[in-house]
C-alpha cells in the first residue's frame, strides 16, 4: 500500500452547552502499511447521532468519554479497498465504528460484513443499523404486542420513525410527535402513525390527550423533560415507559429536576426500562432477519437526511439539535 492520507475530525476542545464548530478540529494523517491481520477502508457514510453528545463531557458515563485532540468515532460504512486478513476481500462493504473519518484500518474484529445488494448502503447506519435495531430492541424490551397504544417522542428522528412503523406492523395504534408541521406530516403520511402532533404549537399534555383521550399504553421517550411528564399522566395502569434518550437535556449544564408527576409510577404501578442497544448485539442477526425483511418487501421505510463531505459533519451533528433532520442524519464522504 502506498502512502494514503485521510482526513479526520478530532474533538479539539469540550462543549459548554450545545457544541460549536470551534470544538472540533479537521486534521489530515498519514495511514500506516498494512500488516497481517489488517484491513484498510474507505468510508462511504458515517453517523452522527445525539448520544454522541454525551461523550463529549469529561466523566464516567455508559460509554468512554471522546478524548482531547484525538479522533472521534461512530458508526460507518464503507468498502475494502486493501486486505491482507482471509476473511475480507477489496471489494466488500463493511460496517464499522471508525466514523468521523475517510480511510481507516482495523482488523476482522472491528467489522461487521453486509450487502452491497441493498441500497442505499447508508441503510446501514439508520433503518438497518444501530439506530433502526434501538427501535426493535425498545419494543421487545417492554413487549409491545397488538392493540397496544404508543406514544413516541422524536419521532421524525432516525429512532423515532422506525420505532413507530415497526409498532404499526405489529397492530398497534402509534401517535407521535414531533417539531414542524413537515414532520408531523411525514410520520402521517409516510410511516403511517395514526396520530402526530407539533410539540412547539401548544402544551403537549392536551396534545397527547387529544390524540389519545383514553390514555396510553407504551411511551417511547427520545426526549425526557416535558414530554416525559405528558406521558407520565396519559399513562394508563400498568403502562411501560421505554427509556431510550432525553435529547431535551443533552446540552444543558446543570441536570433538570424530574418530573413533578414522577409519583404516577406507583399510583398507576408503571415500568421504565432503560435501554442502551449495545447490550443486544447478540440479537444483531434477528434483527438483520426481521427488519431487514421488511425493508425488502417495502414494507418499511427508510428516511434520511444525507449531507455531502466530511468537512460538513460537524454542522450535522450541531444540526441534530436544531432539528434540521428528518429520520436519520447521514454525512457521505465521497
Not at 404508543?150 to 412503523?165: C, L, P
Not at 410539540?199 to 423533560?225: C, H
Not at 418530573?259 to 432503560?274: A, D, H, I, V
Amino acid at each position: 500500500m502506498s502512502k494514503l492520507s485521510s482526513r479526520q475530525i478530532c474533538l479539539a476542545s469540550r462543549p459548554s452547552g450545545i457544541p460549536t464548530a470551534a470544538n472540533f478540529s479537521l486534521v489530515w494523517t498519514d495511514a500506516e502499511p498494512l500488516r497481517d491481520r489488517e484491513v484498510l477502508v474507505r468510508n462511504l457514510f458515517m453517523s452522527v447521532d445525539p448520544y454522541m453528545r454525551g461523550r463529549m463531557n469529561e466523566g464516567k458515563s455508559y460509554v468512554p468519554p471522546f478524548q482531547l485532540g484525538k479522533p472521534l468515532d461512530g458508526g460507518a460504512v464503507g468498502d475494502v479497498i486493501e486486505s491482507r486478513a482471509r476473511e475480507f476481500k477489496p471489494g466488500d462493504v463493511v460496517v464499522s465504528n471508525f466514523g468521523w473519518r475517510e480511510y481507516f484500518v482495523a482488523t476482522p474484529e472491528d467489522l461487521h460484513p453486509v450487502s452491497r445488494e441493498i441500497q442505499p448502503l447508508s441503510v446501514y447506519l439508520g433503518t438497518l443499523g444501530m439506530t433502526g435495531m434501538t427501535a426493535w430492541v425498545g419494543l421487545n424490551l417492554v413487549e409491545v404486542k397488538a392493540g397496544d397504544v404508543i406514544f413516541i417522542s422524536g419521532a421524525a428522528g432516525a429512532v423515532g420513525n422506525v420505532a413507530g412503523q415497526l409498532a404499526k406492523l405489529r397492530g398497534c395504534r402509534v401517535i407521535g410527535s414531533a417539531g414542524s408541521a413537515e414532520k408531523v406530516q411525514f410520520l402521517r403520511e409516510e410511516c403511517g402513525f395514526d396520530g402526530a402532533f407539533n410539540y412547539k404549537a401548544g402544551p403537549v399534555l392536551e396534545q397527547l390527550n387529544r390524540e389519545a383521550p383514553d390514555g396510553i399504553d407504551v411511551y417511547f421517550d427520545n426526549v425526557g423533560g416535558e414530554t416525559l411528564e405528558a406521558a407520565l399522566s396519559a399513562l394508563r395502569i400498568h403502562g411501560r415507559i421505554v427509556a431510550c434518550g432525553g435529547i431535551s437535556g443533552y446540552n444543558e449544564g446543570k441536570p433538570r429536576p424530574g418530573p413533578s408527576n414522577l409519583f404516577n409510577m406507583t399510583t398507576k404501578r408503571l415500568t421504565m426500562n432503560g435501554l442502551i442497544v449495545s447490550d443486544w448485539l447478540d440479537r444483531r442477526a434477528a434483527f438483520e432477519q426481521e427488519v431487514g425483511g421488511y425493508f425488502k418487501t417495502g414494507k418499511l421505510k427508510h428516511k434520511e437526511t444525507v449531507v455531502q463531505g466530511i468537512d460538513q459533519a460537524v454542522g450535522a451533528f450541531i444540526g441534530l439539535f436544531q432539528g434540521q433532520n428528518i429520520g436519520k442524519m447521514v454525512v457521505e464522504l465521497v
